[in-house]
């Protein structure tokens, strides 16, 4: 007999949009991949429809993370959480140190990340997980719809920016399918989106993201501008410039994914902070 889902209603103020529909969540389950067998990290699980969907498709352990204390309490009911098979932490993702988790769940890294994210803090937890170890694999999450297009987009799309520089330096993205309000209790203002991020090959990934990150948030935080203006903003962002040898009058959305590697190397080696 499959173990209801944990009663209680979405709250607002986490961010909550909780799915039901087995048919999308085994869809979300299986969207990066088979996981039977593999450890898996839910953030947000509410309810735990997506819970179960993971649980049915093999995935041991399953370790739960659960800000909301009446969902965390009602998971830890689960015979799974009984035998061990999943695991419930209560708390905040951010700042969580992953690998410690893994170890006390009896989890082998590298950990697949599957989850509906809670909306208010989808970003920062994504590029959290984009500087991290190899403690993570693949990750299947869920996104506001414009935001999974900013995750996926290329040079010269309108929703390029600094979201798909740093996370297409370390992985391989693509947007699996989207989702209506009308799929969710309660229904949110937007459309959703799943996207499917599998981690490049070590030797293609970039290794510095702070330097990335600086180099991206002066070049889109003036997108209009011409690169020799926005990087004004950033000391020694325009010396960085000349040394990489891209033409200063160009926009941030025209330079690839090599050349915002290229630009970060150059502001790093001429004395960007650590």
């Known amino acids: 007999m499959t173990t209801p889902l944990t009663p209680g209603g979405a709250r607002k103020s986490l961010g909550q949009h909780f ?36 649980l049915e498709a093999g995935a041991a352990p399953l370790i739960a993370i659960e800000l909301d204390e009446r969902f965390a309490e009602g998971l830890r009911l689960w015979p799974e959480a009984r035998t061990g098979r999943l695991y419930v932490h209560q708390g905040d993702a951010m700042g969580l140190v992953m690998p410690d988790l893994i170890a006390a769940a009896g989890g082998t890294p590298p950990a697949m990340i599957i989850a509906n994210l809670p909306y208010n803090v989808a970003t920062p937890l994504l ?13 299947v999450l869920m996104f506001q719809k414009e935001v999974a297009l900013r995750i996926c987009a290329g040079p010269e799309d309108e929703h390029y920016g600094r979201l798909a520089v740093l996370a297409q330096a370390v992985m391989r993205t693509r947007l699996a399918f989207s989702l209506p309000p ?7 203002k937007v459309d959703s989106a799943v996207v499917v991020l599998e981690p490049l090959a070590p030797e293609e990934r970039f290794g510095d993201l702070g330097a990335l990150e600086s180099v991206t948030a002066a070049a889109f935080g003036q997108r209009r501008k011409m690169l020799r203006v926005a990087l004004k903003s950033l000391s020694g962002g325009p010396e960085a410039l000349e040394r990489a040898g891209i033409t200063p009058t160009r926009r941030a959305e025209t330079l690839s994914q090599s050349e915002f590697r290229c630009l970060a190397r150059a502001w790093r080696e001429l004395g960007g902070p650590a």
């Open 19 to 54: 799915l039901f529909d087995p048919s999308v969540l085994r869809r979300i389950a299986g969207a990066g991949g088979p996981v039977e067998g593999r450890t898996v990290i839910e953030v947000g699980p509410g309810p735990g429809g997506l819970t179960r969907a993971l």
């Open 127 to 139: 590029i959290a997980w984009l500087k991290a170890g190899d403690w993570r694999g693949a990750m």
């Open 182 to 188: 009308g799929a969710f209790r309660p229904p949110p």
